[in-house]
C-alpha cells in the first residue's frame, strides 16, 4: 500500500476533530493532501528530518487537547 492511500483511507476513518502528530517525515506531502485540517491544532510537525518525537509529541497533544481524538503517525517512510 502506497504512502498516499494508506493516509487517504485514514483521512476517511477519522472524526472531525481530531488531532494529527506527523513524524513521518518523508510521506508528510502525502498526508497533507489526503486530511484536511481546518483548525490551528489540527496537525503538529516538526521540520527536518528529525524523527522518533511522534509518540512523546502525541502524549503531549492529549494532553493539550484533552477532549478530542488524538493520531500519530510515525512511519518510516
Known amino acids: 500500500m502506497s504512502p498516499g492511500r ?3 483511507e485514514l483521512s476517511a476513518s477519522l ?3 481530531v488531532v494529527i502528530v506527523n513524524d513521518s517525515y518523508s510521506s508528510s506531502e502525502d498526508l497533507m493532501n489526503a486530511v484536511s485540517f481546518t483548525v490551528p491544532g489540527d496537525m503538529h510537525a516538526k521540520r527536518g528530518a528529525s ?4 509518540m ?3 502524549i503531549g497533544a492529549k494532553c493539550a ?5 488524538v493520531v500519530a503517525v ?4
Open 6 to 8: 494508506m493516509f487517504a
Open 51 to 54: 524523527t522518533g518525537w511522534g
Open 65 to 69: 487537547y484533552p477532549d478530542r481524538p
Open 74 to 77: 510515525m512511519a518510516p517512510l
Open 15 to 17: 472524526p472531525y476533530d
Open 56 to 58: 512523546g509529541g502525541a
